[in-house]
């Protein structure tokens, strides 16, 4: 099993361009998550799904959206890149809820110039 | 406003002694603990949990404690192996919001051979 890939590994972005941070799993979960990880800020939740067309705003949710229109992907989208967007993000998927074991793929960190 | 918080940074401890991690709580709605444990360059891995009608937890080497009334958890590792440095986070969910994780800043242990 793959468990969970996120695509790409590094990006540099420009401020004001637009990308989608890919995630997928092969462990049919229902629930999926999004984090971004910042110094001395441990993980902070953006986005959630607990099933395909369900999803919900995090802790930090501006500048991001997500859909999950299958149970296997959970795309982030930042719509318009800020440096402040600038960040490490992990996605990660559990059985039903989040206080199932998640299990987090290898991140994607992110550079706004 | 940080609900959980881990007021340590890091910790050095050597190898064959007791690594204590601490980890305090705000909101008392939380009802369900974990600990997650994350190696450079990679997603955080779980480790243990607990949850609220309980105070201890055991697993192997790693013991979590919960004190409800000081708000206050902590993750014990006996003993302490070099395998065993890495960033510890804890984590928390209010049982009305299992969709929601709040996690601390994390420690960073370094054990010594």
């Known amino acids: 099993n793959a468990g969970v890939t996120q695509t790409p590994k590094f990006q540099v972005l420009k401020t004001g361009q637009s990308m989608t941070l890919q995630c997928a799993q092969d462990m049919n979960h229902e629930y999926m998550s999004w984090y971004r990880q910042d110094p001395g800020m441990g993980l902070r939740l953006i986005h959630y799904?607990?099933?395909?067309?369900?999803?919900d705003q995090g802790e930090v949710p501006n500048g991001y959206n997500v859909s999950r229109s299958t149970t296997e992907d959970f795309p982030l989208r930042l719509l318009s890149a800020a440096p402040s967007q600038t960040s490490v993000y992990f996605c990660?998927?559990?059985?039903?809820?989040?206080?199932?074991?998640?299990?987090f793929g290898p991140g994607t960190r992110l550079t706004v110039l | 406003d940080q609900q959980v918080k881990q007021n340590s940074p890091s910790l050095s401890v050597q190898e064959g002694r007791i690594s204590i991690l601490n980890c305090d709580y705000t909101n008392s709605m939380f009802d369900y603990f974990l600990w997650y444990k994350k190696y450079p360059a990679e997603g955080p891995t779980f480790l243990i949990s607990i949850s609220s009608i309980k105070d201890k937890n055991e697993d192997g080497r790693f013991t979590v404690f919960l004190n409800k009334s000081a708000k206050h958890l902590s993750l014990h590792i006996v003993p302490s192996q070099p395998g065993d440095s890495a960033v510890y986070f804890c984590?928390?969910?209010?049982?009305?919001?299992?969709?929601?994780?709040?996690f601390g800043q994390g420690t960073i242990l370094t054990v010594h051979p």
């Open positions: 990660a998927s559990s059985q039903r809820t989040s206080t199932d074991t998640q299990y």
């Open positions: 799904s607990v099933g395909a067309g369900i999803t």
């Open positions: 984590a928390a969910s209010a049982g009305t919001s299992y969709g929601k994780l709040t």
